[in-house]
């Protein structure tokens, strides 16, 4: 576990689902016309025309991949921030009285709240991940 759960706040990173070169085999672009003249046009102006059309077509897949990532590390921030209250009131259970039954209470409360989030996010962040791979085949099913 982390000593503080702001360090699971990461930024996102989009990783490629299958890496370029598999996929210059896998979808035969090893033979396609439509493949070499793109990597021609990109190597003369600079740009990639397809990846562009591909992208306003099918949705930038990489950026929907992040904010599924995004919300997995809000998850994870909530799972270590419950955890810590829960160990921070443990801390205190030499504290007795009706001031204390109340924060016990609120702060059980608080990192119920918080813990009943944990599952949702991480079934949020899996629909974004599975379509960001959906935006991803559609854009490699379009391109070439």
Known sequence: MSDAPVALLAAAVAQDPIPDPVELFLNNNVYSLTYWVDQFIVQVIGKDPLAWATTEFAGDWAQIQKAGEA????????????????????????????????????????RDAINNQVGPLKDIAQDIDTFALSAYYAAQGIRF
């Open 71 to 110: 919300i997995r590390n809000l998850s994870k921030y909530n799972d270590s921030y419950a955890r810590t209250i829960y160990s921070a009131v443990k801390e205190v259970d030499s504290w007795h009285g009706n001031a204390a039954d109340s924060a016990r209470s609120y702060f059980g409360e608080f």
